[in-house]
């Protein structure tokens, strides 16, 4: 059984800074691309960063570009996510997924991220 277990979220003021975590299990990580996605109360969800499976190459949501970084430790089992430079749109609930920005895949429970001063 998939788990993924994020966390690392909280409160910010704007131009703040920080990292999520997600711990993956239940399935062959270094195998499989990663994605963060994020849902914003009353928006749909979008895939914010993703990262291929030896962590080589990554893509970013234009509005990320330049502020938020991607990364993994096959070793270990996790996903990460710096954020810095945040801005009040990016308050989102975010969460790790499974597979390459595949909306339909497996992703945890979310930890939530609010900027604001």
């Known amino acids: 059984e998939v788990q993924l277990v994020e966390s690392g979220g909280g409160l910010v003021q704007p131009g703040g800074s920080l990292t999520l975590s997600c711990a993956a299990s239940g399935f062959t990580f270094r195998w499989s691309s990663m994605t963060w996605i994020r849902q914003a109360p009353g928006k749909g969800p979008e895939w914010v960063s993703a990262?291929?499976?030896?962590?080589?190459?990554?893509d970013y949501l234009d509005s990320v570009k330049g502020r938020f970084t991607i990364s993994r430790d096959n070793a270990k089992n996790t996903l990460s996510l710096q954020l810095n430079n945040l801005k009040t749109e990016d308050t989102a609930m975010y969460y790790c997924?499974?597979?390459?920005?595949?909306?339909?895949?497996?992703r945890g429970q979310g930890t939530q991220v609010t900027v604001s001063s």
């Open positions: 990262i291929d499976s030896p962590g080589t190459t990554t």
């Open positions: 997924s499974q597979g390459w920005k595949d909306y339909r895949a497996p």
